[in-house]
């Protein structure tokens, strides 16, 4: 597609449940980085995938968070055991190949809510 | 480690003013810098992108500047209008290119212009 493309936009769960955040970056585009901003707060990286490389998992915060990129792809981040303070947006972007003059471009997010 | 400044935190002024963001980097070897807008509760919309040999961009009202030996960096916007309302944040990638830590931000400037 033409951007990044977030899916739900919107979730709301309950405390102890399982999520699954979808990103679809933008076709081409080899690296995909997942980022979480909490209120008020600046963009906390979580992950990163870089084509067929295995991931850069330095960011998770807890192993409650897991992530996977199928076919280089579309990507997905899973929140097991959710807790109240998982409550953020988790943004999605993509990048083309390093050494392309281009940058990052990022998805509209999904804002989770933990109840 | 690659910090990001940004001054002021938050800004409020008056419909038609001219107004410049700052935004400083502790560590010059930079590919890139990027500055993005975010609208409370959305995603991150690329504004400027600005490459280490170039010294500006421009779009429409919007004018980035780069001094990368001084680590600093501004964004001007021109003859202010209620809709720039919105945090401005940014971004810089490192020379070597992509990677976990590819992407610092700085935690942005809240941006409020009064009708």
């Known amino acids: 597609g033409a951007g990044v493309s977030q899916s739900p936009s919107n979730k709301v769960t309950e405390k102890g449940k399982d999520v699954e955040l979808r990103c679809d970056p933008i076709s081409g585009h080899t690296a995909l980085y997942w980022y979480r901003q909490s209120l008020g707060q600046g963009l906390e990286f979580l992950i990163y995938?870089?084509?067929?490389?295995?991931?850069?998992k330095s960011g998770l915060p807890s192993d409650r968070f897991s992530a996977e990129r199928t076919g280089g792809s579309v990507s997905t981040l899973t929140i097991q055991r959710t807790q109240q303070e998982d409550s953020a947006v988790y943004l999605c972007?993509?990048?083309?190949?390093?050494?392309?003059?281009?940058?990052?471009?990022f998805g509209s997010g999904t804002r989770l809510t933990v109840v | 480690k690659q910090e990001v400044t940004q001054i002021p935190a938050a800004l409020s002024v008056p419909e038609g003013e001219n107004l410049v963001l700052n935004c400083s980097f502790t560590?010059?070897?930079?590919?890139?810098l990027q500055w993005f807008r975010q609208d409370p509760g959305k995603g991150l919309t690329s504004l400027l992108l600005?490459?280490?040999?170039?010294r500006e961009q421009t779009s429409g009202r919007l004018n980035a500047s780069l001094d990368k030996s001084s680590g600093r960096s501004t964004l001007y916007i021109a003859a202010s209008q209620p809709g720039d309302s919105a945090t401005y944040l940014c971004a810089v990638r490192p020379r070597s290119g992509g990677g976990a830590d590819g992407l610092t931000f700085g935690k942005g400037t809240h941006l409020i212009i009064q009708p």
């Open positions: 560590d010059s070897a930079i590919y890139n």
């Open positions: 972007a993509s990048s083309p190949p390093p050494g392309l003059a281009y940058g990052y471009t």
């Open positions: 995938f870089q084509g067929n490389s295995a991931p850069d």
């Open positions: 600005i490459q280490s040999s170039q």
